[in-house]
């Protein structure tokens, strides 16, 4: 137990670091493929911006500055009419929402990249962001302030303490969003104003491209932890099986020594018995001697030849040698003869009227079959037994139950109680008697038949056994 379960953590520890590194690997192959198109899309902005500047002698915003000069100078108009030299909060909210609108409205650069992206055969499909970062008003030698972001403010100022110690400036560059890729900072002084602004392109199914791009990697780092989780599993559930097989295959030497010491013993005090002077002589005694040597031989031989046939059914295909028997009668002698040998002192009540029904079965493999399960209701069973036997038909099968009043098995031993060898955990090994193939031998016998067969117990309360046969 403690060596499985030592084998089952190492193989989940080791599950979750390969899972563990796969994911670490993904994510850097994630932020590379994200920096790699990022960096692509910028050279392909420049390219786009050095190409309109050739072509056009433009940046794409000479129209929205034109309009903010326009506003700018009105502005200042106004302010040297009412001779003050600042701007209410109000009406610098309002002078930045108009600079913010002529920007985002009177803008060239989207639909020029747009047509360049198309060209290169990327994607197109993008929103351009605008961010101002700086807006004042310039008249002669007044400076008057309307917006400055704080990030901008910030790198002003370290600009300007690094000026002054001389040392590089620390990058304090905006946090972009994360589908968005910042293509340029404008940023100059004109007539009646300056402007600091940045542009940026923003996607919105970036996720989806660099996915694109990673599937293969994906793909194969999902692949090897389904592999190595899939072996594992299987490695495991063999290792097992091996062990459920080894214990088994301990048990049946057990149970299988146990059960031929029996009659053997009983053959080797018979002979010695039989070497006595007083026992010669006596030939009622000598009667007596040779009857249970033979019974005990008979018995041995029994054993003997079920396993023999048991291995015989493993190499060959079960044959059946089927003849038309009228089911009620047959059933009837089964009971009967079971009466008469191993079933003395058994109460068994008989529920079934097949009437003249006949069907095609092997007389010999079936009486088998029933004589096992009445054995066995026979043999568990801790108090005077009392067995039903029903039998009817049912969708062109015939159902034959058999329940009895025995120990009953568990649940767990439901699962396995038909296969080779199995005994049921409940089942002391030296007081019930047995090689675990008496019910191996039941559900072959009913699959011989195209049949089945299946069980219905509680421990303590007993057990049903239901047999169905085609018509």
Not at 197 to 219: C, N, P, W, Y
Not at 388 to 393: L, P, S, V
Not at 412 to 439: C, E, T
Request: glycine content about 6%; some cysteine.
């Amino acid at each position: 137990m403690h060596k499985r379960n030592a084998i089952l953590l190492l193989g989940i520890f080791s599950i979750i670091i390969l899972i563990a590194a796969q994911i670490i690997i993904i994510k850097g192959v994630w932020r590379q493929k994200d920096e790699m198109l990022n960096l692509r899309y910028r050279l392909f902005c420049q390219d786009a911006i050095e190409l309109l500047a050739r072509q056009w002698s433009t940046d794409g915003f000479d129209t929205a500055r034109m309009i903010i000069g326009s506003k700018s100078k009105m502005v200042l108009k106004m302010m040297a009419e009412k001779k003050t030299d600042t701007l209410s909060a109000e009406e610098k909210k309002d002078l930045f929402d108009y600079v913010t609108l002529a920007l985002n409205k009177e803008e060239d650069l989207s639909a020029f990249l747009s047509r360049y992206f198309e060209s290169r055969g990327i994607d197109k499909d993008f929103t351009s962001r605008i961010v101002i970062n700086r807006f004042e008003l310039v008249d002669y030698d007044r400076r008057i302030p309307v917006y400055m972001s704080e990030e901008f403010a910030s790198r002003m100022l370290a600009r300007s303490d690094t000026a002054r110690r001389n040392t590089p400036p620390p990058d304090m560059r905006r946090q972009a969003r994360s589908n968005e890729i910042m293509i340029k900072r404008f940023g100059n002084e004109y007539n009646f104003y300056r402007l600091d602004f940045e542009f940026g392109i923003d996607f919105s199914d970036k996720q989806k491209m660099i996915l694109r791009e990673i599937a293969t990697s994906l793909g194969l780092s999902l692949f090897s932890i389904i592999l190595v989780v899939s072996l594992f599993i299987v490695t495991y559930k063999n290792l097992m099986e091996e062990k459920r097989l080894s214990n088994l295959k301990t048990d049946f030497i057990n149970n299988m020594t146990h059960e031929l010491k029996t009659p053997l013993s009983t053959i080797t005090v018979a002979g010695r018995t039989l070497e006595m002077p007083v026992i010669r002589t006596n030939e009622e005694k000598i009667l007596e001697t040779a009857k249970m040597i033979g019974k005990q031989s008979v018995h041995l031989n029994q054993l003997i030849n079920m396993i023999l046939e048991i291995s015989m059914w493993e190499r060959t295909q079960f044959q059946l040698e089927k003849k038309r028997v009228r089911i009620q009668d047959f059933l009837n002698e089964i009971i009967f003869s079971f009466k008469s040998g191993g079933g003395k002192g058994a109460v068994i009540e008989c529920k079934y009227d097949f009437g003249d029904l006949e069907v095609d079965l092997d007389p010999i493999y079936f009486t088998t079959m029933i004589n096992n399960l009445l054995s066995n209701a026979v043999k568990y069973c801790d108090t005077d037994p009392v067995i039903e036997i029903e039998g009817f038909i049912r969708d062109n099968n015939i159902i034959i139950s058999i329940a009895d009043n025995g120990i009953g098995i568990s649940k767990n031993d439901q699962k396995r109680v038909f296969d080779k060898f199995y005994r049921a955990s409940s089942g002391n090994i030296h007081k019930y008697k047995g090689l675990g193939l008496g019910l191996y031998y039941v559900r072959k016998i009913a699959e011989a038949h195209e049949g089945d067969v299946t069980v219905s117990s509680k421990p303590g309360k007993g057990s049903i056994f239901t047999i169905t046969l085609p018509l």
